[in-house]
């Protein structure tokens, strides 16, 4: 016999935590159903001009694949190669054979200041940027690149939807 979901049974023990242990119990199944699809995710911290997580800008190109454990295949776009993974929320674009751009959509990556894709836009122009910044116009929204501290942000209605790594421009 089948049961609907409402139908099946829930045992559980009322301890000293009363109500609040089954309410505890409830949201960690809930958030832990939530996050099957972050699963594949990790945490990992946003280093302006340096990479994210084990993502270096410098790297060479080929060793993406073999440090993000997945089989990626590159596409190429005039003189760069990009390695794009969805799944772990990265991009990493190659010209020459080594890593020059490194791109996070993962709300799990972290400037060390806390400003993640997800955060309200000016938070990340002030933390990182001191809030001035070179703009373009992307599919729906604007970049905001900061090439002095090598930097960019992807927003999208207010809202940070990417955050990109670059060398460091010193002039």
């Not at 049961?3 to 935590?17: D, L, Y």
């Not at 969805?86 to 709300?107: M, Q």
């Not at 955060?119 to 910044?133: K, P, Q, V």
Request: hydrophobic letters at 45%; proline letters at 6%; glycine letters at 12%.
């Amino acid at each position: 016999m089948e049961r609907a979901w409402a139908e099946v049974p829930t045992h559980v023990r009322v301890n000293r935590w009363g109500s609040i242990g089954a309410s505890l119990l409830v949201a960690a199944l809930v958030l832990s159903l939530g996050r099957a699809g972050a699963a594949a995710q990790f945490r990992a911290v946003i280093n302006p001009g340096v990479g994210i997580g084990p993502l270096t800008l410098g790297m060479r190109a080929m060793d993406v694949p073999r440090i993000l454990q997945k089989e990626i295949t590159p596409k190429i776009a005039d003189d760069r190669v990009i390695y794009d993974v969805p799944s772990l929320g990265f991009t990493a674009w190659a010209t020459d054979g080594y890593v020059v751009k490194i791109r996070t959509t993962s709300a799990m990556h972290k400037t060390p200041s806390g400003i993640h894709p997800g955060r309200i836009w000016n938070e990340g122009m002030l933390a990182m940027c001191g809030g001035m910044a070179l703009t373009s116009d992307i599919p729906g929204g604007t970049e905001y690149t900061c090439p002095f501290a090598g930097i960019g942000f992807e927003v999208v209605r207010r809202e940070i939807k990417g955050i990109s790594v670059t060398r460091v421009r010193t002039r």
